[in-house]
């Protein structure tokens, strides 16, 4: 391979040997050298035109969501960089395996407030792993291979390349064994030998031990692993919202859901608790609440591969840096067997008490649709069926599917967490729906989520996408906000009310069938119907337009502060 | 609290501009930053001196950037400390003397001369500089120009070859990297 390429060709070559087979994108001025490349290489590289550059960012990262591949997405300069800045964010927060390449104004013109010119290295800093601007086609092949290495290993994340339009235009012979060259990057994936037997021995003297598992038990496929030693040691687990599916729900030593919306059984727990082991979870906010009342009676052992995310909210007794699954196995081979079926009885008992409490199972007068009527159907027709993944968006509907459906499989949740993304869920569903065409994609979103990124309606049908199914939880509200407006706001719905359009019709407009749902009768054929259909379906769940999420911890307040029922109105 | 650290990392463009934003965005006062060439090609070395309670959490986020090499929290430690400062001073023939006597006692260099001022070179560590400086201040200080510190740990305090010891090393979080500093 010593002929001569254009940078553009050793881009589109460079990906190929990265393992990619799906981009999503959008062409324009900067980066069209590299779109002129890429017809090229088709039968390799599949090319999927977005309607937003937002939309290819986040179908990419529901592309890794569901893959734990590397997700590319392609934007020229200017403001189709800058439209990716969101997609990025969220994977960042999220730790989301990305590759954003961009097109940037020619070399001459860097610094000259060219044309769309933006600074997108720049603008990006504080949000990428790691970002390159390529002037020089030399130069790529090394910068393509690093950049792949470094969103793909350690603690994952997005990595933004930048390349210059001549640089995409100029020719070169591509050295594609040049080396890398990341003599600061060396990710820690086993865990300290000593700090391991410390924690096993925590574990083994703890009387009321408990497990939180976090997105990092998915990332690092160590759902078995984190199986095996809650068995062995018979220790409780907590799963946080990216630890959904990590644990098996319906497992007999699974508590649920901690923090902000989690369940009074669990929250009483942590702050009851006398050793936590942390695995794969950075201590949110949403978590902990106010971090110095957190868990105050517990030695808390953190085992995260970011050496930097221990000891950053809480003070941890035994710091273990390195990957999930290793440290999880390490700990299950030495940790001593254990029984705490005391302390589990302890909380099931704690649990029982608030079940029947639960205030978001009152049907207030007047309104026949609730939204735990569909979440509920939704969990009893999954059941009995497999090959499905739920992809939530930002708000209420995200809280009640956290809570309401039971997650047994690693992957099969998927959402926009810590950087609280609305619009995440439809192009991220596209993403999902590629990488996993013989899966059902089940987007779960509000109403207003939907509308921020609706229009890859239009990306699903020109793809020919089948597998996509949208549940609209359609409240006419922006509805976590208008909850805490209700609660801590004097009831004042400022800027949340919301009309939409007939979701149903503009289903339909896009080429997709449409539902309209407002009765509880009707919501189980409707989602039976639609996962039978061969296309896409959005569902309009008209539900109770004040219907909130109970229990919820006031912001800033201690975990042991729950609300589990509303103002008196 | 004044920390010192001193970082190696990549002499790529850019690779300052993450360190520095890191620093903005936790909030970090930063009081001097020197960077320049260090004994390796293609790497440079950084030493700040930042006003931070959680010096842990600094170099733990400074280590997460992959153009950064090596950090090392020096403020425990015993280190030689450099910084230099050219001071242009108000000098008229009625306290030129006096000035001169000063520079003499600091071991100061007058660099320049013109019929009204002086300009004085002094290298010493951070503190003796601002000594020197309050003590010129009242003469006329017209101007002043400082590189920032510099600093290097003492070699006598290293008990194995190749590794730092921090001196006031309790918390088990404080890894001990290998001396990057002692080739």
């Known amino acids: 391979m010593s002929e001569q390429r254009t940078g553009a060709q050793i881009m589109c070559e460079a990906l190929i040997r990265e393992g990619v087979e799906v981009l999503f994108g959008i062409p324009g001025g900067a980066i069209m050298p590299f779109y002129h490349a890429l017809p090229e290489y088709d039968d390799r590289l599949r090319h999927v035109l977005c309607r937003h550059e937002q939309g290819a960012g986040h179908a990419a990262e529901g592309y890794a969501r569901t893959t734990g591949r590397v997700g590319v997405c392609v934007a020229t300069s200017g403001p189709g960089a800058t439209n990716l800045v969101t997609p990025i964010a969220d994977a960042w927060m999220d730790s989301t395996p990305l590759v954003a390449v961009t097109g940037q104004v020619g070399s001459a013109l860097l610094g000259t407030d060219a044309f769309q010119e933006t600074d997108i290295t720049g603008i990006t800093l504080p949000i990428t792993k790691h970002s390159f601007l390529v002037t020089d086609p030399a130069q790529l092949p090394r910068v393509f291979r690093e950049a792949f290495h470094i969103a793909s290993t350690g603690r994952m994340g997005p990595v933004l390349i930048d390349v210059t339009k001549d640089a995409q235009q100029a020719r070169t012979v591509p050295n594609w064994d040049a080396p890398m060259d990341l003599p600061g990057y060396r990710p820690t994936y086993e865990g300290n030998a000593r700090q391991v037997s410390e924690a096993a021995r925590l574990l083994a003297e703890a009387e009321r031990p408990l497990i939180m598992a976090g997105g990092g038990v998915i990332w690092s496929g160590a759902a078995e692993a984190l199986l095996g030693l809650a068995e062995r040691t018979g220790i409780p687990v907590i799963t946080t919202l990216h630890g959904k599916g990590a644990f098996p729900d319906d497992h007999p030593l699974a508590l649920g859901m901690p923090g902000m919306h989690g369940w009074v059984h669990v929250n009483r727990a942590i702050q009851a608790c006398d050793v936590l082991l942390n695995v794969g979870g950075r201590f949110d906010d949403r978590v902990t609440g106010k971090a110095s009342t957190f868990a105050p009676h517990a030695r808390i052992i953190h085992v995260d591969i970011d050496p930097s995310e221990i000891g950053k909210i809480v003070r941890v007794d035994v710091p273990i840096v390195g990957d999930a699954r290793q440290v999880l196995e390490a700990l299950a081979e030495i940790v001593e067997c254990g029984d705490r079926s005391g302390w589990l009885a302890e909380i099931r008992e704690l649990q029982a008490q608030h079940e029947h409490r639960q205030s978001y199972r009152r049907r207030p007068e007047g309104s026949s649709l609730m939204p735990h009527d569909v979440y509920e159907a939704f969990d009893r027709i999954a059941r009995s069926r497999g090959g499905y993944r739920v992809i939530t968006d930002v708000g209420q509907h995200q809280m009640w599917a956290a809570q309401l459906i039971e997650w047994r499989d690693a992957g099969t949740h998927v959402t926009s967490g810590g950087a609280g993304t609305m619009g995440f869920s439809v192009p991220a569903a596209l993403g999902a729906a590629i990488a996993l065409p013989d899966e059902t994609i089940w987007v779960i979103c509000g109403d207003g989520g939907f509308q921020m990124t609706n229009q890859e309606l239009a990306t699903i049908r020109q793809e020919g996408i089948r597998n996509i199914k949208i549940a609209i939880i359609d409240n006419g509200y922006l509805g976590m906000v208008r909850q805490w407006q209700e609660l801590f706001n004097e009831r004042r719905y400022s800027g949340t009310p919301l009309s939409g359009p007939d979701f149903a019709l503009l289903a339909e407009a896009y080429g997709h069938r449409g539902m309209r749902v407002s009765e509880p009768g009707e919501v189980e054929d409707a989602i039976t119907d639609a996962w039978d259909h061969d296309g896409c379906v959005v569902i309009d769940f008209q539900v109770e337009r004040e219907a909130n999420v109970f229990p919820i911890v006031p912001q800033g307040r201690s975990i042991g502060e729950m609300m589990t029922e509303g103002v008196a109105q | ?183």
Request: glycine fraction near 6%; charged fraction near 20%; proline fraction near 7%.
């Open chain 2, 1 to 183: 609290m004044r920390q010192t650290i001193a970082a190696l990392m990549q002499d790529h463009p850019g690779a300052l501009n993450r360190a520095i934003s890191l620093f903005r965005r936790r909030g970090f006062n930063i009081h001097s930053i020197a960077v320049g060439p260090s004994e390796t090609p293609g790497v440079a070395r950084m030493t700040l001196v930042v006003d931070a309670e959680h010096v842990e959490q600094v170099v733990k986020q400074l280590n997460r950037l992959i153009d950064v090499i090596k950090v090392c929290d020096l403020t425990d430690q015993r280190t030689l400390e450099r910084e230099t400062a050219l001071i242009k001073v108000h000098a008229p023939p009625g306290t030129r003397a006096d000035i001169v006597a000063l520079c003499t006692i600091f071991h100061a260099r007058i660099l320049d001369a013109g019929s009204r001022s002086l300009v004085i070179e002094l290298t010493d560590t951070p503190a003796t500089l601002d000594r020197f400086t309050d003590l010129v201040r009242p003469f006329g200080l017209k101007e002043m120009a400082r590189t920032g510190q510099i600093a290097m740990v003492c070699p006598a305090h290293r008990e194995r070859p190749g590794i730092l010891v921090p001196a006031g090393a309790t918390s088990p979080a404080v890894e001990l990297e290998p001396n990057p500093f002692a080739v």
